[in-house]
């Protein structure tokens, strides 16, 4: 069965009938990024409890407050220079901003002279939702369709995941091709070629425009190649069951495989400069506070924040099932390991 946005899907099945079979790589673009139909670039896209999925962002405020801390702790390494900006590539609502903003302008205010905010954001619509989000910042936020030099700290959450991909296993790959004027998958054999361009290409970007500092990509993954990759579709908090239902009204996601994005990353000069779990890295932050090294810790104060924190650290929970990658760049070396990797194994 297929079904979804028809306008997608007569566009998707035209092209498919004049062209001949396409990678599932240019279907997910289509999906998730027709300019038009696509379920993000059309700000159909909703996160959280009345959306299709949750992220570590919708979960609550304290997500942004503990990488406000971590972004807090890289200003002062690097000199608390006072062009510091932070890069956010997959802003969503430009929640997760207002989140680490306004907990800098409380807690670092120091640091909150000195930073801009900067959002690589190249759907309007979304970009629209993020400036409502925003509004009291003023001229502190920036918008940019793509990445611009900057020095500080690049951040994403849930970005490589959504970059489109090729299935590729075993020198075959699936194409999406059409049975009459349904979807199906058609097997060819293929060259040994990357699987995630996109995503490989998205880290050459920033390692080429990051002049000094580092990038915190967080995401779901994994380090054995030989993992069976798995598309997931979502749609209203479950997974949708074929990957031809709900066209354009579905998120569509692939595990990230780290290796290759930080062969990638050192490939283009970037260093690793921690790897760990999302329980470790966010225990790290949680430490640094409550040690009152800065004189602040983290208002854990209500049930609900303590609920917050228990669904972001908890193994079972986003505690496991979500990595942190940093890297780093012309920051010289580091006695001790960024505040997140204090803990990592
Ligand atoms: C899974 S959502 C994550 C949203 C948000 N970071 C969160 O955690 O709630 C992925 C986001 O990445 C955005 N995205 C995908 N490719 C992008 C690109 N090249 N530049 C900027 N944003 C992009 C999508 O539009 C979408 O908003």
């Not at 208002?299 to 890297?327: C, N, W, Y």
Request: aromatic residues 10%; contains cysteine.
């Amino acid at each position: 069965m297929q079904t979804g946005n028809s306008a997608l899907i007569q566009l998707i099945r035209s092209e498919i009938k004049n062209h001949g079979p396409q990678t599932f790589a240019w279907f997910m673009q289509q999906a998730l990024y027709h300019p038009e139909h696509g379920y993000y670039s059309s700000g159909r896209c909703a996160i959280g409890r009345k959306g299709d999925y949750f992220t570590n962002v919708s979960v609550g405020p304290r997500f942004g407050q503990l990488l406000a801390s971590q972004f807090s702790e890289i200003w002062e390494r690097l000199g608390k220079m006072n062009d510091f900006v932070i890069v956010e590539q997959g802003a969503h609502d430009g929640q997760f901003a207002r989140d680490v903003l306004e907990f800098v302008q409380k807690r670092f205010p120091e640091f909150f002279d000195a930073l801009g905010y900067r959002i690589i954001e190249p759907f309007p619509i979304l970009e629209e939702r993020q400036r409502r989000m925003l509004d009291a910042f003023g001229d502190k936020v920036e918008w940019r369709e793509s990445l611009e030099p900057f020095a500080g700290v690049h951040f994403s959450n849930e970005l490589l995941d959504a970059m489109p991909v090729r299935l590729i296993s075993d020198g075959t790959e699936k194409l999406v091709g059409l049975d009459g004027d349904k979807f199906v998958f058609v097997e060819q054999p293929v060259e040994k070629t990357k699987f995630n361009q996109a995503a490989l290409e998205s880290i050459d970007q920033i390692a080429a425009n990051l002049q000094r500092g580092y990038v915190i990509a967080i995401d779901y993954g994994f380090l054995d190649e030989k993992l069976e990759r798995t598309v997931q579709i979502r749609a209203r908090h479950r997974n949708v069951g074929s990957t031809f239902e709900q066209i354009g009204y579905a998120d569509i996601t692939m595990s990230v495989d780290w290796r290759s994005i930080v062969e990638r990353a050192q490939a283009n000069g970037l260093r690793v400069a921690g790897f760990t779990d999302q329980h470790h890295f966010l225990t790290g932050i949680i430490s640094l506070l409550a040690s009152g090294d800065r004189g602040q810790s983290l208002p854990i104060d209500s049930r609900k924040a303590k609920r917050e924190l228990q669904t972001l650290l908890h193994p079972e929970m986003l505690g496991r099932a979500f990595q942190v990658l940093a890297l780093a760049k012309n920051v010289g070396p580091e006695t001790n390991p960024l505040v997140g990797f204090k803990f990592a194994r």
